[in-house]
């Protein structure tokens, strides 16, 4: 068993989320274990809200289910129902966490030069549409400083090279450490290495501007074009130390002819870039995805 259970006071809460809270499990599958889960949340006043659950294989394969529920008195109650669930969770060798949803979690977005997709996440966030804190901004560039100050956000420039990466990447730690809980790579054109991997697991979102698995690593547009492509893409995952190869959580295309240049392509693939990364930001605060082995189960 394991489990997370976010507890601490939310911050800014949203109205009518105050007694809200989200349990995510991944367990074998057998019979039972929705009626167990139901039960023990009725046994202990919570009212389900929302229930969605997924089988690999009814005979030997891994059950998924996200609930999410109302719970009188949140912060005395659900700290009890989490030591409690070990009674289940054994029975059923269940992996789970637990998340109250007036939590909202806080971001650091790493940007470069590029600003469509920071600007995609920042425009969400002061719509209301993104349920979370963007705590600061992160880049090895000083060029999205007035853009991002104008939001009223904290903007941290911290250059290096190739030679003292390492020197950065300790700075840059420094400044998230304790500070955030989900780190987004929009167009932060720098590889990040397995120590701050190992800091961030299945908590760093990467848009990668191609349809993986195709056209991995650099200047895929140019790729594309040299291939001839019917259709580009972009692909948000979670990073992991194999490149482009982490757990993918959302995907969208767009069809493209022979008539488009690669100046064409990369117009087209910005708005796919940046409306992708935002949902697979948006599933994730909202505590709708679980990752098993090298995928991931997204209740959308």
Not at 45 to 52: E, K, L, M, P, Y
Request: aromatic letters at 8%; one cysteine or more; a negative charge.
């Amino acid at each position: 068993m394991s489990s997370n259970s976010s507890l601490s006071n939310p911050t800014g809460a949203p109205e009518g989320k105050s007694g809200r809270a989200r349990m995510l499990i991944a367990c074998p599958d057998r019979p039972g274990i929705v009626a167990a889960v139901s039960h023990f949340l009725y046994e202990h006043g919570a009212n389900i809200v929302q229930s969605d659950q997924y089988t690999m294989d009814p005979e030997g394969g891994m059950f998924f289910i996200r609930f999410e529920f109302d719970l009188n008195d949140l912060e005395r109650e659900l700290p009890i129902l989490v030591e409690d669930f070990a009674r289940i969770s054994d029975r059923f060798d269940m992996k789970w966490h637990t998340f109250r949803a007036s939590r909202k979690k806080r971001i650091a977005v790493f940007v470069s030069k590029e600003d469509h997709c920071l600007l995609e996440l920042l425009w969400q966030w002061k719509a209301g549409d993104l349920d979370a804190d963007i705590s600061m901004v992160v880049s090895n560039h000083p060029d999205m400083r007035e853009l991002v100050e104008s939001f009223g956000i904290p903007y941290h420039h911290i250059p290096f090279t190739a030679a003292t990466k390492e020197e950065g990447e300790r700075k840059q730690l420094e400044v998230v450490a304790d500070k955030v809980d989900l780190v987004v790579l929009a167009r932060y054109m720098q590889i990040i290495t397995p120590k701050f991997i190992e800091q961030f697991p299945n908590r760093i979102i990467n848009i990668h501007h191609s349809f993986l698995p195709a056209f991995v690593g650099g200047k895929p547009y140019a790729q594309a074009y040299t291939r001839g492509v019917k259709i580009i893409g972009a692909t948000a995952h979670y990073v992991t130390e194999e490149l482009d190869g982490g757990p993918i959580i959302e995907q969208d295309v767009q069809r493209v002819s022979h008539r488009d240049e690669v100046s064409h392509l990369k117009r087209i693939g910005r708005t796919i870039e940046r409306v992708v990364l935002a949902r697979a930001v948006k599933w994730h605060i909202e505590d709708r995805i679980i990752v098993h082995q090298n995928k991931t189960v997204v209740f959308n």
